[in-house]
């Protein structure tokens, strides 16, 4: 049974330029969250995708924007990259209902802005 | 009013013994304590969670306190090991958030052999 999957596994960017990450939740999962994770710090929730829709967002800028495919696959673009947004990027899904809070961690993507 | 609290930032115990990290919170409408643990370059793993109706929870090594009108809880773990040294995280969850979990700041544990 695969995990959650995340790509790529690091990436390196220059301030100003667009970057786009992707998740697959675990097998029978259906939602999915984006998690920032700054070097020694907790995970800052980001937002929450189900059924291809945005369904809480983290205080985070317009700049963080994301997509929910059919298969439950999800995207996490920024935009106009900033140095502050170097980070582990965490993508965590989970099931619909009683268990929703029960959330599954992928490795993450390492984002360098330089 | 939505942060978790954790302590210590980091802690260091011989193999066998018990590390107890610990966590406070204010928001009373949290619902869901989990713990996770991270390894160096993985994601967090979810260890073990424990919702507000039950004071304690144990899972193998792994316990959970809860103290509702302290709004306290913290994480037991016994007969630690060296494997076990890793960054823990515990976190909670409001009620009606779809999951959005808020995470304290973690704990590095190290277990010397």
């Known amino acids: 049974d695969a995990g959650v999957t995340q790509s790529p596994t690091h990436l390196i960017k220059t301030r100003g330029q667009q970057v786009t990450l992707r998740c697959s939740p675990k097998?029978?999962?259906?939602?999915v969250s984006w998690y920032q994770q700054a070097l020694g710090q907790g995970p800052q929730f980001i937002f929450q995708y189900y059924e291809e829709e945005e369904r809480q967002r983290g205080n985070f800028p317009d700049r963080f924007s994301g997509h929910q495919f059919p298969n439950y696959s999800s995207e996490l673009n920024v935009n106009a990259l900033l140095l502050g947004d170097s980070a582990l990027y965490l993508c965590?899904?989970?099931?619909?209902?009683?268990?929703?809070?029960?959330?599954?961690f992928g490795p993450g993507t390492r984002l360098t802005v330089t | 009013q939505q942060q978790v609290k954790q302590s210590p930032q980091s802690l260091i115990v011989q193999k066998g013994g018990i590390p107890i990290i610990n966590c406070a919170y204010e928001?009373?409408?949290?619902?869901?304590f989990p713990w996770y643990q991270q390894f160096p370059g993985k994601g967090p793993a979810l260890l073990i969670a424990?919702?507000?109706?039950?004071s304690e929870k144990k899972e193998g090594r792994f316990t959970i306190s809860f103290n509702k009108s302290a709004k306290q809880f913290s994480l037991h773990i016994m007969d630690s090991q060296p494997g076990d040294s890793a960054t823990y995280f515990c976190?909670?969850?409001?009620?009606?958030?779809?999951?959005?979990?808020?995470f304290g700041k973690g704990t590095k544990l190290s277990v010397k052999p």
């Open positions: 097998s029978g999962h259906d939602t």
């Open positions: 424990i919702r507000p109706d039950v």
């Open positions: 928001n009373t409408a949290f619902d869901y």
């Open positions: 965590a899904s989970s099931l619909p209902g009683v268990l929703d809070y029960e959330q599954y």
């Open positions: 976190a909670a969850s409001v009620r009606g958030s779809q999951g959005n979990l808020i």
